[in-house]
Structures are given as structure tokens and as C-alpha cells.
């Protein structure tokens, strides 16, 4: 394949009025055809070169560039583009994963007096792009408690003192009263340049809450700085971990602070809220309107636009000599408790009282305070849904203002992560097992911890000249919560052959059709249940729910195991496999937000847990099923190439030693029938071929591809060549591994399967790793379990011997009758796989009976919409089985039946 132009789009599909905070963005290379990043360039359609920067992001084992990741700074008209590769500057290049730092652009694509410059002294980092200066303080000589020390605009600081702070509380009243809070502040560990420009700079900072008297510290977190060529706005990426004592350490409190110098009349300082649905609350700090005396048209009309105000001398003298008798409202504060309202309200010091100046729905989450000198805001992307969120804009009559942004409200309930029951006289596995029989939940004493589980945040700090035009705040407070983004195209993706068995929709046929209609009734279905069943907050955006209660017309928010859904038979693989073929915007941000919940809340990043996930429950963290199918970083891997994302990146390298979790915590402890002899051997390791496996292959080939792990590849390769020299390859079920030598003892002689093993990301990764490379053995082992797993019992007892056993979910293993279909040529056995997809077996979407059905009050709480026959597991499985089937076999698809 050629190295031809890799054609763009963008996400929302038609270009934004403006791109003011630039873009970032990944695409793939075909195998073989690019050496490095240095060879592409970034155009527009009619053929102007313009400035981006590129950097690699994985490479195909020939060591060819595989994923790029590409940036562009700030553009007034954005276009249409493509990235094209350089004649001359293609073949393979010198190993996997060679670096990830940026590589520099041509000459003729620069643009010097934007281009992003890092310039680091003993004492600090200071990053500019023409625009703006970002100053870091460095901690290696001098204890640092800042993020960042200053905010340069046009020569003049518009923020300092850029910090982290928290409140923590050790119990939580039940009359609601108030409990002694203590103050905590940022401590940065480390700071490090991650990309220097000349388009992008990225400055990445570790480091932990620290209480005001040093008696403790918590709550680590790491925060990257994203600087673009020609951009005033700047990306926050914070993420932090949760590593209290849950039956002690209540968050109160946790936010971004900034002090914010303000040099304007109090009359001449405003002040900015967004609310809902565009809508803004827009004042002064001393209001110039409604008075009793007016102070001329032109000064209030000034006022209300944001401007300079005419000099004092030429206003009505009934106001300009009485200004001091005019109230000044020093204190604002928005909260957002819930997903359903926001209030405003405003004081004009410490000390007096409060006043109601404003109510909505759902605020957009951004705050400012600025001045015809200059000024600075806050925007938190997913504010209303991430609830309870909070903005605080404090002194604003005095020459410093503060500004918070508070990603958990202090004014909220305090957070209590404690799990939700006492244990129900679960204490031995016995009766934690009855527990699972009439709750679904897995339960084991200390295991509902959430010591170690995370959240991620982005936000976009904005320096100011001037005062900007409400229509501008508006423009990019909606940027904020919906970036631009450029994208690769569904066929250009596909062509490339990348993520496995999928393809772009097709409609060709009645039946073809039909099918496409079932997949977008669930996606729009899922989409609608979010804000329905408000699927939000703090810990909860970016979930869906298990299971249905049709009784009571909800899920079952409250039933053990049927509550959130933790990724359980791969909701998430089905949202990105639907996006890739289809580009939906409004699928693409549901999967990123499953994608950042999932990888964080979900996920153990520290502690005796860390590298595993929980699966299902009513907590997040509930579960005592600890494993690595719900860390794998299949569910990860696409959004972090399609978008380059650095913190994603982070989590699949968190997962690089994830095996050495077989030593301590044995996924299926409470169900082996070896239980009473088994114990954790690292030379012997009871690893399962289906989830465990999968996801450490998944785990392996993205450390592989992304850095050139050696020690990832040879696990990953030489696991594969073990399966394949298994006696029953993918059909024993569980081989042993050592963990020393990350290589399974291939003289296992058994055969076990279970319903789960495939379902869990399992058929993609050995699709990809079939096309990716040749490992003697794993292909043809693959195919077997995919040919015998729905054969009938008399070819599966030729075949191995016997007949297997804990055959389940027949129309959602449909999909590897069909890859054995596909491989082979066998049509039969084509017809055999759109059979078990229509209709046999247990566990079935029948996407004819697909109905939504309304449901009004007083049944329900609010009106809803239900659909009987869907739960999450049999969709997520329904889809990537309708996906993967129309791409392996769709010219087998029997016509329509009446």
C-alpha cells in the first residue's frame, strides 16, 4: 500500500467559525509506507501547507510508523485537511516504539512568531507561543506549591499562583450539621517538559496534597499543561487518586485555584458565569445600571459590553460623585449540586450576607473575572454532569482576586466512599456465593475499598487581554464542552487495517439495512437512558447501568451486582467499534466518557489492587472481583490513538506489570474446583486463556507498539507461541505461567471453556495480533476455539474428545463461527454463524422485537422510556456481533425473512 494522503474530518462534521485552542489528534499509517514522523506534513484540501506538529504514537513490528499523533495551533478559518506523507521518506524504520518525543517541522512549515518555545533555568520553565508565557516553578532545590507561578498576557500577569487545594473532613454528621474541615494545598514532586513545540508543548506534574501544617499528606495527582502555537487558551489535564481511609477521610473540597490581579475601577471589572443553554450571568463588580441616577447611556452600554467605561469626568455627576456609596459585590459563587440546577449568588464581603442573583439547569461550568487590562477564566469540561461542582470568585474589589474552580463542591455533602452494607454475615465464600445467587453481587469482606481508584478532569484556562465580547465567552465556553477535533476517516481507518474486524456501514441490501437500523436503535436508546436516568456525578459520568427492573421501571441502581456496569461483556469496545464505522460525533463523546471513567474509577492505580479493575456493582469499587478483564487496555487502545491523549497513555503504561496481580490476588479463587490445593506459585501461575490472557495481550502489544518494550514483546510473543503449542491450544481453559520467564507450560492436557472467555476483548486482540504478526501455532489454535465453540456435540467430541461444556451466549460467540467462516472459505459454516446470530441459544437480542415503550408518572419518578428486551451485556455483545459478522460475512447475510 502507498503512502497516499490521509484524508481529514472533523468530528462535529463542518470546520468550527474559529479553532482559538487548536487541536490534537492521532492517525494511522499503512504498514511499511512511513519511517518517522519528519516525513508528514498537515494541508489543506486545495494544497496550503500549514504548521503541525507530529510525534509518534506506535509502530508496526517492521518498525514503520503505525500511529502518528499530529497537532495544530490556533486557526482563525479552519478548513478542510489532510496529512500527507513527503516523497522519498517512506519504508521501515528502526524498531518498535522508537521515542515519543516530537520531531521538528520543515522550515517551510514554521511560523516563528507563534511557534511554541520551552525555556528552562535552574529555577523554572517558561513556555510561550507568542501570545502567552506559562511560568513553572521547579522543585528540585526549593519546596514548590504552585502549578504554575504566572499567566504572561501581552506582557502583563492575568494569573499566579496556580495551585490544587482540598478540603478533608474525618466524619461525616447525620444531622447534616457541620464537621471541622482541614485545609490541604498542592506539593509538586516533579515537573518535566513531555513536548517542547514547535506547535505543541505539553509540561507534565506530579505531586500530592499537602495540610497547611505538614502533619499529612494525600491524594496524589498528576496534571499536564497543554500550550498550542497562537493560542491564549490553555488545557488542564488533572487526574487524581483517591487514597483515604474510607472509614475516616471525607473529600469536602477539591479544586483549582488562581490568584488574579486586577488593576481597573471596581465599575470596570466584570464578572462572568455561563449558565445553561448559552446563556450568561454578565455583571460588574460595582453595577453602573438601575441606578436612581444615570449614569449617561454610552457609560452603561460600556459597562454591559465589557468595555472601558468613558472617563468619570464626563458622566452624569449625580452618579460619578456618589460611586462610593455604590455596593460592590466582592464574593460570587455558582454551585452545581445536582444535574438538574445551579444557583448563583453574590456578596459584597466576608462577613455580610448572601444574596440570590441567579438560577438555571445546568451551568456550563466556566467562571471569569477580567478587566479592560486584562483578566483570567476557568472552564471545566463535563461540569454539570461531573456534579457536584462549584465556581468561586472571592475579593474581587481588591487588587487580587481569587478564583476556584472546584471540581467537588465544598458546599456539597462531603464525599463517602464507604461501601454501602455492612457485609450481610457474608464471611466465608460459601455464603458469599448464596449472595451472588440472589443479588448478582460478589462480596468479600475489605474488598469494596476504593483506595486507589481515580478521577480525570479537563479544563481550559483562559488569559485575557481585555475583557472579551460575551460572544466570544460563549464560542469558547462551547469548545470547551465540545472540542473541535479532527479525525481519520471511517475508510481510512478500515483500509489501514487497524483494531480488527469492522467496516463502515453499509446499507446495501434489505437485510444489511435492518441490521444497521437494530445497531442505531441501541446506540440512540443508550444515549437517551444517560440523561433520562441522569447517569451522572462525580464518580458516575462516563457509566451505563447492567440490568433492567421492569417492575419498578428503573435499573437496578440498587441490586448487587446488576448496578453499574464496569465495562462487564465490553460496552466499551461496542461504543468505539460503532464510532469508527460510523464517525458519530454523539457516539464518539459517550464511548471518551466511558473511556475516562472506566480507565480511572474503575481501575486500581495504587495499593495491593493496583493494575486490576472491579467488576460490577453497586459502588464502582464494590466488587470483590478484582481482575484484569476490567483494566485491559483493549477499551483503552482507541481512544488513546485516535486522540494521542497523554493521560490515557499513562494508564496503559500503569498496566505493564499487571501479571504480577496472579501472585496476590487469584481471579477465580472462590470457584476452582483446585481450591483447596492451589496456591499462588509465580513459577506456576493459574492464568485463565480467555479474560485473564486477553487482557494481558492487550496490556503487552500496547506497551509493544507504543514504546518498544522488549520484555512486553517477548511475553506477548512468546505466550502466543505457547498457546499454539498447547495440546488443546485456546480449548484447556487456564495454563500455567511463570512469571519469571512470561512463558505458559505448554504440556497442560485439559479441556475447560467458559461462556465469558471471548467476551471481554478477547476476539479482537487475537484478530489484530493474527494481522499483526506470525507466531507458529496461535492462528491455527485460534481458529479451532472459533470453530469448535458452536459446533455440534458430536464434531466437538471428534475434535478434542469430548463435548464442551458452559456453551452460553451463542449469538454474541456468533462472531467467531464467522471468523473461522472468513478464514477458511467454509460457507456453511458462514450460514451456520448468521444462524446463531438470529436466534438460538439463551441470551438473545431480537432486534424485531425491539420497542420503546413510554413510561409517565405517578409509575416512575420522571417520564422515561424503556425497552423490555435490552440489558447492557446482551447489546454490548449484540452489537460488536452485528459489527463484526457484516464485516467477516456480510455476503452471506440470508435475504430478509416475512
Known amino acids: 500500500m502507498t503512502a497516499s494522503p490521509i484524508p481529514l474530518r472533523w468530528l ?176 509538586i514532586r516533579t515537573v518535566e517538559v513531555e513536548q517542547d513545540g514547535p506547535v505543541r508543548a505539553v509540561v507534565r506534574l506530579e505531586g500530592v496534597h499537602r495540610a497547611a501544617d505538614g502533619s499529612r499528606q494525600w491524594l496524589p495527582f498528576t496534571v499536564r499543561v497543554v500550550v498550542v502555537a497562537g493560542s491564549a487558551d490553555v488545557r488542564v489535564v488533572h487526574s487524581v487518586v483517591w487514597d483515604g481511609d474510607a472509614e475516616h477521610d471525607f473529600l469536602s473540597g477539591l479544586g483549582l485555584r488562581a490568584d488574579v490581579p486586577l488593576r481597573a475601577a471596581l465599575h470596570d471589572r466584570h464578572v462572568r458565569f455561563a449558565g445553561a443553554d448559552g446563556g450568561f450571568f454578565a455583571e460588574a463588580v460595582r453595577g453602573l445600571t438601575g441606578l436612581r441616577r444615570d449614569p449617561g447611556a454610552d457609560v452603561r452600554a460600556a459597562q454591559i459590553r465589557g468595555e472601558q467605561t468613558p472617563p468619570t469626568a464626563t458622566w452624569n455627576p449625580e452618579v460619578s460623585e456618589r460611586l462610593e456609596l455604590i455596593p460592590a459585590w466582592g464574593d460570587v459563587t455558582l454551585t452545581q449540586l445536582s444535574a438538574d440546577g445551579f444557583g448563583i449568588r453574590k456578596r459584597t464581603a466576608r462577613g455580610h450576607a448572601w444574596i440570590d442573583a441567579g438560577a438555571g439547569t445546568r451551568a456550563e461550568g466556566y467562571v471569569a473575572i477580567s478587566d479592560p487590562t486584562g483578566g483570567f477564566g476557568v472552564g471545566i469540561r463535563s461540569f454539570w454532569q461531573s456534579h457536584p461542582g462549584q465556581l468561586d470568585l472571592r475579593r474581587a474589589t481588591s487588587e487580587r ?68 465580547a460575551i460572544e466570544e465567552v460563549a464560542a469558547s465556553v462551547a469548545a470547551v464542552q465540545r472540542p473541535p477535533l479532527l479525525q481519520p476517516t471511517p475508510e481510512h481507518l478500515h483500509a489501514v487495517g487497524v483494531f480488527g474486524d469492522w467496516a463502515p456501514v453499509d446499507r446495501s441490501t434489505p437485510a444489511r439495512a435492518e441490521i444497521e437500523d437494530s445497531v442505531d436503535f441501541l446506540l440512540d436508546y443508550y444515549l437517551g437512558q444517560i440523561d433520562q436516568r441522569r447517569w451522572y456525578g462525580f464518580w458516575n459520568y462516563g457509566d451505563v447501568m447492567h440490568a433492567y427492573d421492569l417492575d419498578r421501571h428503573v435499573w437496578r441502581y440498587d441490586v448487587g451486582g446488576y448496578a453499574w456496569d464496569n465495562s462487564e461483556l465490553s ?35 495504587l495499593g495491593r489492587w493496583q493494575g486490576l479493575g472491579s467488576r460490577h456493582n453497586v459502588q464502582h469499587w464494590g466488587c470483590s472481583a478484582k481482575q484484569l478483564r476490567i483494566s485491559s487496555p483493549i477499551y483503552r487502545r482507541i481512544f488513546h490513538f485516535l486522540t494521542a491523549d497523554e493521560r490515557v497513555g499513562d494508564l496503559l503504561t500503569e498496566l505493564r506489570d499487571s501479571d504480577e496481580r496472579f501472585v496476590d490476588t487469584d481471579p477465580t479463587r472462590k470457584v476452582r474446583t483446585d481450591a483447596a490445593t492451589y496456591r499462588p506459585d509465580r513459577g506456576a501461575l493459574a492464568v485463565g486463556l480467555g479474560t485473564d490472557w486477553g487482557a ?60 465469558l472467555s471471548a467476551v471481554f476483548g478477547l476476539v479482537e486482540v487475537c484478530s489484530e495480533l493474527i494481522d499483526l504478526v506470525d507466531v507458529p501455532g496461535f492462528r491455527e489454535a485460534w481458529l479451532e476455539y472459533c470453530r469448535l465453540y458452536l459446533a455440534s456435540p458430536e464434531e466437538q467430541e471428534a475434535a478434542v474428545g469430548q463435548r464442551l461444556t458452559g456453551i452460553h451466549l451463542e449469538q454474541a460467540h456468533s462472531r467467531l463461527t464467522a471468523y473461522a467462516a472468513a478464514s477458511t472459505g467454509d460457507e456453511t459454516m458462514a450460514d451456520a454463524a448468521w444462524q446463531a446470530f438470529e436466534g438460538i441459544g439463551e441470551w438473545l437480542v431480537h432486534r424485531r422485537d425491539f420497542v420503546l415503550r413510554r413510561v409517565d408518572g405517578p409509575a416512575v419518578l420522571n417520564p422515561v422510556d424503556e425497552a423490555p428486551s435490552v440489558g447492557t451485556n446482551d447489546v454490548a455483545q449484540y452489537g460488536l456481533a452485528a459489527i463484526q459478522n457484516l464485516a467477516l460475512i456480510g455476503d452471506r447475510l440470508p435475504e430478509l425473512r416475512s
Not at 496556580?162 to 457541620?178: K, N
Not at 512468546?718 to 512469571?739: Q, V
Open 12 to 187: 462535529d462534521d463542518a470546520p468550527p467559525a474559529r479553532l482559538p485552542g487548536g487541536a490534537t489528534w492521532g492517525v494511522p499509517l499503512p504498514r511499511g509506507t512511513v519511517a518517522s514522523p519528519s516525513a508528514l506534513g498537515l494541508r489543506e484540501v486545495d494544497g496550503s501547507f500549514l504548521p503541525a506538529q507530529f510525534w509518534p504514537l506506535a509502530t508496526w513490528p517492521d518498525g514503520s510508523l503505525k500511529w502518528a499523533g499530529c497537532a495544530v495551533g490556533a486557526l482563525e478559518a479552519p478548513t478542510q485537511y489532510e496529512v500527507v506523507v513527503d516523497a522519498g521518506d517512506t519504508g521501515a524504520g528502526a524498531g518498535a516504539g522508537a521515542g515519543a518525543g516530537a520531531r521538528p517541522l520543515s522550515e517551510r512549515q514554521r511560523d516563528e512568531a507563534q511557534r511554541v518555545r520551552v525555556k528552562q533555568t535552574p529555577d523554572e520553565i517558561v513556555v510561550s507561543n507568542g501570545v502567552v508565557d506559562i511560568a513553572f516553578a521547579r522543585p528540585e532545590h526549593a519546596a514548590v506549591d504552585t502549578l504554575v507561578r504566572r499567566v504572561v498576557r501581552d506582557g502583563r500577569s492575568v494569573a499566579e499562583d496556580l495551585r490544587l487545594v482540598s478540603l478533608l473532613q474525618d466524619e461525616v454528621t447525620e444531622d447534616g450539621g457541620a464537621a471541622p474541615r482541614r485545609h490541604f494545598r498542592s506539593s
Open 401 to 468: 482576586a481569587e478564583l476556584t474552580a472546584w471540581l467537588y463542591a465544598p458546599e456539597a455533602q462531603p464525599m463517602d466512599v464507604r461501601f454501602y452494607h455492612d457485609g450481610l454475615g457474608q464471611d466465608d465464600f460459601a455464603t458469599q456465593l448464596e449472595g451472588l445467587e440472589i443479588t448478582y453481587e460478589d462480596y468479600e469482606p475489605g474488598f469494596g475499598d476504593a483506595h486507589g481508584v481515580a478521577r480525570t478532569h479537563e479544563l481550559t484556562l483562559f488569559a485575557y487581554a481585555a475583557t472579551p
Open 696 to 755: 494481558l495481550a492487550a496490556t503487552w502489544l500496547a506497551d509493544w507498539e507504543r514504546t518498544g518494550n522488549e520484555r512486553s514483546r517477548d511475553r506477548l510473543l512468546g505466550t502466543m507461541a505457547d498457546i499454539g503449542a498447547l495440546p488443546h491450544g485456546f480449548l484447556t481453559g487456564e495454563a500455567l505461567y511463570d512469571i519469571e520467564t512470561g512463558r505458559f507450560d505448554t504440556t497442560r492436557d485439559r479441556v475447560a471453556v467458559s461462556h
Open 571 to 605: 460496552p466499551d469496545l461496542w461504543l468505539w467499534y460503532s464510532y469508527l464505522r460510523t464517525g458519530r460525533a454523539d457516539v464518539f463523546r459517550l464511548a471518551e466518557a466511558m473511556t475516562r471513567h472506566t480507565g480511572e474509577v474503575d481501575v486500581y492505580h
